[in-house]
C-alpha cells in the first residue's frame, strides 16, 4: 500500500519490477488505484503475486483510465475466467 501511495505522484518511474511479492487482491487494488493517477508506468512485472480474480477486475478498470502502460506480465498467478473477462472487456 505504501508502495501504491507513492507510485500517485511518481512522474518519473517507466518500469517496476513486483514479482513475487505476495500482492495478492487487496494489494493489486490498491496498485490499480495508484495507476489512475500515475501517467508515467509503461512496464510492470506482476508475475507470481497471487492475484485473483478480483484484482484482475480492479487492474481492469484503472486500465481504462490509464494510457501510458503498454507491458504486463501477469503470469503464474490465480486470475480465473472473470478476471480474464474484465480484461478483456
Do not use: C, P, Q, Y
Request: aromatic share 6%; net charge negative; proline share 0%.
Amino acid at each position: 500500500k505504501a508502495f501504491s501511495e507513492a507510485l500517485e505522484s511518481n512522474s518519473s518511474l517507466t518500469s517496476v519490477d513486483l514479482r513475487s511479492n505476495g500482492i495478492g487482491d487487496e494489494g493489486m487494488k490498491a496498485f490499480s488505484e495508484a495507476l489512475n493517477s500515475n501517467s508515467s508506468l509503461t512496464s510492470v512485472d506482476l508475475r507470481s503475486n497471487g492475484i485473483g480474480d478480483e484484482g484482475m477486475k480492479a487492474f481492469s478498470e484503472a486500465l481504462k483510465s490509464n494510457s501510458s502502460l503498454t507491458s504486463v506480465n501477469l503470469f503464474r498467478n490465480r486470475i480465473g475466467d472473470k478476471g480474464m473477462k474484465a480484461f478483456s472487456e
